[in-house]
T-cell receptor
């Protein structure tokens, strides 16, 4: 199957700092990638759709100025959590599809802890 | 937008028994329904999926059924084993942008 790689797998940062998470499709090109957030014992909630070469599309209630998304190439999307606060601590996970309406391949996820 | 409900939230079965997890969706345009298994701290793994032009699909001990009229789909696991213990998520995709809406998850525990 296709491989999506996410880095880092975990990160601890101080409150007020920014953290960048990378999501790469290793063996296919992805014009669209998706970013999810998962709180403990909860489901995956879509945060935004990352579009190569254009602005990301954010879901309702997600602050675009806080969660900056850049999709500069067909194999890399980045999520930057700016001015992180303890309530941003969560499991962030990306996904990409080979094509429309096909299997989603997930990255390993990033456990963010803001102290 | 799409809304996916999933039941039960927890399910405990004895090894060898069957487990059934049910989901309903709201958007009649949804046409792709994957099921994911997620172990603690790991990424979701696709275990089976079904498209709206099919009513049932089976892969060894795992099967999924889809009722488009009623807008519900179910996961069936037979002959459960301890390694089936995990959290299972259903999801629905309207196909317009490959966006997945996930159900709330079912924690399955298979006891010896």
């Amino acid at each position: 199957g296709a491989v999506v790689s996410q880095h880092p797998s975990w990160v601890i940062c101080k409150s007020g700092t920014s953290v960048k998470i990378e999501c790469r499709s290793l063996d296919f090109q992805a014009t669209t990638m998706f970013w999810y957030r998962q709180f403990p014992k909860q489901s995956l909630m879509l945060m935004a759709t990352s579009n190569e070469g254009s602005k990301a599309t954010y879901e309702q209630g997600v602050e675009k100025d806080k969660f900056l998304i850049n999709h500069a190439s067909l194999t890399l999307s980045t999520l930057t959590v700016t001015s992180a606060h303890p309530e941003d601590s969560s499991f962030y996970i990306c996904s990409a599809n080979r094509g429309w309406n096909t299997e989603a391949f997930f990255g390993q996820g990033t456990r963010l802890t803001v102290v | 937008g799409e809304n996916v409900e999933q039941h039960p939230s927890t399910l405990s079965v004895q090894e060898g028994d069957s487990a059934v997890i049910k989901c309903t969706y709201s958007d009649s345009a949804s046409n792709y329904f994957p099921w994911y298994k997620q172990e603690l701290g790991k990424r979701p793994q696709l275990i089976i999926d079904i498209r709206s032009n099919v009513g049932e699909k089976k892969d060894q001990r795992i099967a999924v059924t889809l009722n488009k009229t009623a807008k519900h789909f179910s996961l069936h696991i037979t002959e459960t084993q301890p390694e089936d213990s995990a959290v299972y998520f259903c999801a629905a995709d309207t196909g317009t942008a490959s966006k997945l809406t996930f159900g709330t998850g079912t924690r399955l525990q298979v006891t010896l």
